[in-house]
């Protein structure tokens, strides 16, 4: 059978009783393996991934079946599934086999979602092209030559290259929203708090957020209402109640003039911004030109904080109570450092030598402590930027997705993350919609903020006014 593309377009296969679950979830691994040049999934389950589908399919049979009975989905492979494995893209996990399941698993099962496989990434989800991966680099599904985006890269490419309908991930700093406008889908980073990370392989607590990728904000909105919600085992969960996700017939849209005079902007890309801007004010909504405060100092303050946590929360994989053991070390200090150096990827290594650096004695104030004063200030900003407005409106990334390789200085690399990183300092909400494809046939996204706990109405934004 054909692949259903969207969630929703499966729910109606499945009501017309054309097919079942189980014949879906084939579908999707066969795409799976017909794919498999693109190197999107480190492993599929496929074996689990039949036995949930004809279970869901008895279900459905007695007319018991949850909310997401069809969906297919995939998971980033930095979240725990029980008798899995999950290695974070990395040497240090190889062979690690999770004794539970992420929150956010557990309530995908329960809603009837099939999950078939894990997906690449950048190792300990730190990169921006999914090219610091142990598995290797993934390719984008409209031009296997060109990164997918990361670190989500694979997340977004099993939704693009229509293998899944849904695929989980991560965001710390725009690895779900990045990934999803190189690969033309949507993605979206909720609030912090609202998801929980229990079961989620850390790289930066403060920042992390766990978050969905579809086709489209429908698809979206049916896994975001299953997994939000409060949970025990997070203390960093919000209780917050869920808001409203009543539209204004006149919304008020803010845009930062910073963000489309950057000096790396692509041409077509803030054009298609403007003309986006000129439809809101046809169709009689305000739009507000904004100042960016402190722009200059989001990805410094970003990689300052976040390293930081990296160095700490990485601090477990020493090889006695974590991960991969040299096997010729001798002697417990050898252990670590063998261990460590072996099982750790370049990119990894260098964070975390960048975060242990400036949470050491002499520099913990100049660094670290500056770094999360300037963090406030962002969220301050930011929070009285959206005060003002409904959404704030940005270009998701100043460019599309680049050809493997391109990018070889960290710090160039780093600087992907410019238009992102706000919503994961500000902790509010943020959304990556399809906006259009480039003269070089690559697609590219525009990103959405709204207030913190706003995110049912984000989503309602994102699809009623701009159709995603």
């Not at 309530?107 to 894990?118: K, N, Q």
């Not at 990728?213 to 979206?220: E, F, M, N, S």
């Not at 801007?277 to 305000?286: F, T």
């Not at 096997?327 to 260098?350: I, L």
């Amino acid at each position: 059978m054909v692949m259903p593309r969207t969630f929703h377009e499966a729910k109606k296969a499945l009501a017309s009783g054309l097919t079942n679950v189980a014949a879906i979830t084939r579908a999707a691994l066969e795409q799976a393996k017909a794919k498999a040049h693109l190197n999107i999934f480190p492993e599929l389950f496929e074996q689990s991934a039949l036995e949930q589908a004809a279970a869901v399919d008895a279900k459905r049979a007695k007319g018991e079946a949850g909310a997401l009975a069809g969906a297919v989905v995939s998971i980033k492979d930095n979240l725990c599934y029980a008798e899995h494995r999950v290695t974070a893209a990395s040497h240090m996990l190889q062979g690690y086999t999770s004794p539970y399941s992420a929150t956010v698993v557990e309530r995908l099962l329960a809603a009837d979602a099939v999950i078939i496989g894990r997906t690449n990434c950048d190792e300990f989800a730190m990169g921006s092209s999914n090219e610091t991966s142990t598995y290797g680099p993934v390719g984008n599904p409209h031009d296997a030559a060109r990164v997918p985006g990361g670190s989500s890269g694979g997340a977004a490419a099993s939704v693009a290259a229509g293998i899944c309908h849904i695929a989980l991930a991560s965001d710390t700093g725009g690895s779900i929203r990045q990934p999803a406008s190189f690969c033309g889908v949507a993605g979206f980073k909720p609030t912090y708090g609202r998801v929980s990370r229990y079961g989620l392989i850390a790289f930066a607590s403060s920042f992390d957020q766990i978050g969905p990728l579809a086709h489209d904000v429908r698809d979206v909105q049916s896994v975001y209402e299953v997994i939000a919600g409060p949970d025990e085992r997070d203390n960093t969960s919000s209780h917050v109640p869920f808001g409203t996700a009543e539209v204004p017939k006149r919304l008020k849209v803010g845009y930062y003039t910073h963000c489309l005079d950057h000096a790396g902007m692509d041409p077509e890309i803030k054009a298609h911004v403007h003309q986006q801007l000129d439809r809101l004010r046809d169709e009689g909504h305000e739009v507000v030109p904004m100042e960016l405060a402190l722009a200059d100092l989001f990805v410094p303050a970003y990689y300052i904080l976040s390293t930081a946590e990296a160095s700490s929360n990485l601090a477990r994989f020493d090889g006695i109570r974590y991960g991969h053991r040299a096997k010729d070390a001798h002697g417990v200090e050898e252990v670590y450092r063998k261990s460590r150096s072996q099982g750790f990827g370049p990119e990894v290594k260098r964070r975390i030598l960048l975060g242990t650096f400036v949470l050491s004695a002499g520099y913990y104030d100049a660094y670290y402590a500056q770094g999360m004063r300037v963090r406030r200030l962002i969220r301050d900003n930011t929070l009285r930027d959206l005060a003002a407005c409904d959404v704030l409106l940005t270009p998701t990334c100043p460019i599309t997705a680049f050809p493997h390789g391109h990018i070889s200085d960290p710090v160039a690399m780093y600087l992907q993350d410019i238009f992102t990183v706000q919503a994961n300092l500000a902790g509010v909400p943020a959304i990556s919609i399809p906006a259009g494809t480039h003269s070089n046939g690559m697609p590219f996204g525009i990103q959405l903020m709204a207030k913190p706990f706003g995110d049912e109405r984000l989503l309602a934004v994102a699809r009623q006014v701009f159709g995603a």
